[in-house]
């Protein structure tokens, strides 16, 4: 079963215009940390952001902010006023307990267009 | 912060011939690396989990014969893809983790291998 659903596949805007990343994510751990990477076409992966199961307090850090909500299993991410730079293939992951490994499980990603 | 480097950045090889990747943790020891495969266009799947000294813990479908991981220091992790054949092309991604679970991933910048 997938443990974590990025619905969207691609998303294309303007630059200036918001977006928003989907994440939904399947678990039973009570302890778990979820993540947010950014692919860009060099392919190196780039951390943004984590947040553990206990912490539900939403962020801004610059451009980026997030919206944990344990209650829809959903980790969203929000990108303010996009520019063309931001253009890359985001990953959501979960990271269970799992027998203690804490491995990472990535979403399909989700591939982001800004446009000039 | 942390640094993971991942060698090489990219390898073309005749089918038949082994090629091995490094991965290298410069400023921490990495008690447990990771390896994953990414298809174009796909996300990143895990093939192995590799605790320093101890064989690697495969996951379902990937064949430990033909992927070697040698995980012998504190700061090295190697994976040879033994007698590669065309469908073994991929992005090859390691990733290391300090010592305690809860340690985050660092990621290398990945190998492109094609293998003509």
């Known amino acids: 079963a997938q443990k974590v659903t990025q619905a969207q596949t691609e998303i294309s805007v303007v630059e200036k215009e918001d977006v928003t990343l989907d994440c939904v994510y399947e678990?039973?751990?009570?302890?778990?940390?979820l993540f947010w990477y950014k692919q860009p076409p060099s392919g190196e992966l780039v951390f943004l952001i984590r947040r553990n199961s206990f912490d539900e307090q939403n962020e801004i850090s610059g451009r980026y902010s997030w919206n944990f909500q344990k209650s829809t299993s959903s980790f969203n991410f929000t990108i303010t006023a996009s520019q063309v730079v931001d253009s890359a293939v985001y990953f959501c992951a979960l990271s269970e307990a799992q027998g203690n490994d804490y491995k990472l499980s990535f979403g399909a990603g989700t591939t982001v267009t800004v446009r000039a | 912060g942390a640094v993971v480097s991942q060698h090489p950045s990219w390898v073309i090889c005749k089918s038949g011939t082994s090629v091995k990747i490094e991965c290298r943790s410069l400023?921490?020891?990495?008690?447990?690396m990771f390896w994953y495969r990414q298809f174009p266009k796909q996300s990143l799947m895990l093939m192995a989990t590799s605790n320093e000294g101890s064989k690697a813990t495969y996951e379902q479908g990937v064949e430990k014969d033909k992927f070697l991981i040698n995980h012998a220091s504190l700061t090295l992790s190697t994976l040879t893809v033994t007698s590669a054949h065309p469908e073994d092309s991929s992005f090859y991604i390691c990733s290391a983790r300090g010592p305690g679970v809860r340690q985050p991933q660092h990621f290398g910048d990945g190998t492109r291998l094609s293998i003509l």
């Open positions: 678990t039973r751990d009570t302890t778990y940390y």
């Open positions: 400023d921490f020891q990495a008690t447990t």
